[in-house]
């Protein structure tokens, strides 16, 4: 039995102390903890294969009130996310943890990918994940961070879940996090295409039955098959991922 290494932080959370450390800024840090409990990051933690770290915006905030956020200049809907308590925040964790990447979770970021993901893990500087909320966040947030993320083209009310996605994709390419490693060079993205079709027992289902060719114990037959299986889905499913291969 591998033994739990829990330790806490300012807040009470509880995480593992690994090899990939994440650090997460947000008004929320309790959504992370139920989420990672379990699961493939679950057991990565429990081995002290990854770090999570969670810390509260809200001590940040400003007056009695601990205020984060604020109306715009200029009129408009909404609340903005107000600099200070971010940059405060940003430059405490910064301080902490030399060398560590510092990343804006926002719809306007770069588009995350599989080879951003490979090149986090690869690098293995500890990652701050910033997590906006509400309507936007000042501008100014922008000059204090290396690099802003998006998870893809649809709009999340803050960056959490996003924060978890990144966590989940860069994790899970730590070594040992996986059980079994071979399955990341086989999986959709690793090598640049969408995976081929799989089928375990019954040889027949209402009528739909198992291609023969995986049958046939012909292991370059099966291989091919495969290979050509996955071009064709790719070209048809994914014709941008197909293009980005060629
Ligand atoms: Cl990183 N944040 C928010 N709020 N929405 C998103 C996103 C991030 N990525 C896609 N949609």
Request: glycine share 10%.
């Given at each position: 039995?591998?033994?739990?290494?829990?330790?806490?932080d300012?807040?009470?959370n509880?995480?593992?102390?690994?090899?990939?450390?994440?650090?997460?800024?947000?008004?929320?840090?309790?959504?992370?903890?139920?989420?990672?409990?379990?699961?493939?990051?679950?057991?990565?933690?429990?081995?002290?294969?990854?770090?999570?770290?969670?810390?509260?915006?809200?001590p940040?905030?400003l007056?009695?009130?601990?205020?984060?956020?604020?109306?715009?200049?200029?009129?408009?809907?909404?609340?903005?996310?107000?600099?200070?308590?971010?940059?405060?925040?940003?430059?405490?964790?910064?301080?902490?943890?030399?060398?560590?990447?510092?990343?804006?979770?926002?719809?306007?970021?770069?588009?995350?990918?599989?080879?951003?993901?490979?090149?986090?893990?690869?690098?293995?500087?500890?990652?701050?994940?910033?997590?906006?909320?509400?309507?936007?966040?000042?501008?100014?947030?922008?000059?204090?961070?290396?690099?802003?993320?998006?998870?893809g083209?649809?709009?999340?009310?803050?960056?959490?879940?996003a924060?978890?996605?990144?966590?989940?994709?860069?994790?899970?390419?730590?070594?040992?996090?996986?059980?079994?490693?071979?399955?990341?060079?086989e999986?959709s993205?690793?090598?640049?295409?969408?995976?081929?079709?799989?089928?375990?027992?019954?040889?027949?289902?209402?009528g739909?039955?198992?291609?023969?060719v995986?049958?046939?114990?012909?292991?370059?037959?099966?291989?091919?098959?495969?290979?050509?299986?996955?071009?064709e889905?790719?070209?048809?499913?994914?014709?941008?991922?197909?293009?980005?291969?060629?």
């Amino acid at each position: 039995m591998l033994k739990r290494v829990w330790w806490k932080d300012d807040a009470g959370n509880r995480f593992g102390a690994g090899l990939m450390e994440f650090h997460v800024i947000t008004l929320f840090p309790e959504m992370f903890e139920s989420t990672f409990r379990g699961g493939i990051i679950g057991r990565a933690l429990e081995q002290a294969k990854i770090t999570i770290r969670t810390h509260p915006l809200r001590p940040f905030g400003l007056g009695n009130y601990k205020q984060v956020d604020d109306t715009p200049y200029g009129g408009g809907s909404g609340m903005v996310m107000r600099v200070e308590p971010l940059a405060a925040a940003i430059e405490t964790v910064a301080s902490a943890n030399p060398g560590i990447r510092k990343i804006l979770l926002t719809p306007q970021g770069e588009v995350m990918n599989q080879s951003m993901a490979r090149e986090f893990a690869n690098r293995g500087a500890p990652l701050m994940l910033i997590a906006g909320r509400y309507e936007g966040i000042d501008e100014r947030v922008r000059s204090l961070v290396d690099q802003e993320l998006s998870i893809g083209d649809y709009v999340l009310s803050g960056g959490e879940i996003a924060a978890m996605v990144i966590i989940e994709t860069v994790g899970r390419l730590i070594p040992g996090v996986l059980g079994n490693p071979d399955s990341l060079n086989e999986e959709s993205f690793g090598s640049g295409s969408l995976e081929y079709p799989q089928y375990t027992r019954p040889e027949e289902f209402r009528g739909m039955r198992v291609p023969e060719v995986l049958l046939s114990g012909n292991h370059a037959r099966i291989q091919k098959w495969r290979e050509a299986q996955a071009r064709e889905r790719t070209a048809h499913r994914r014709p941008d991922l197909a293009e980005r291969k060629s």
